[in-house]
């Protein structure tokens, strides 16, 4: 799947949300839908979104369907991610200079 489809599907707060929830190990689709406010037909949407750009995948169990994450596109992006971490340690490294020399007397 591409770097676009994942940034797509995590552009969304309540696609975010759902692989939070899901990190915490797999979910049915009913349990998932109970975490929020919308329909359940808008939060299988979402999962569908999420399992196009290959973040989740879902498993029949009997009459449900059990959600897990897929870690593999996030690792991927942090690969990506990673040089720019250098850019927000300087940042903060500057803000904790500035906010010491404040303490300062």
Known sequence: MSDDAVFLALANPVRRRLLELLADGPRTAGDLAGQFDLSRPAVAEHLQVLRRADLVRDE?????????????????LSDWLHPFERIWRER??????????????
Request: cysteine-free; glycine content about 4%.
């Open 92 to 105: 903060l490294r500057a803000l904790a200079d500035i906010m010491e020399d404040e303490d300062t007397p």
């Open 60 to 76: 029949p169990v009997g009459r449900q369907r059990h959600y897990h994450l897929t870690p593999q596109p996030l690792e991927q």
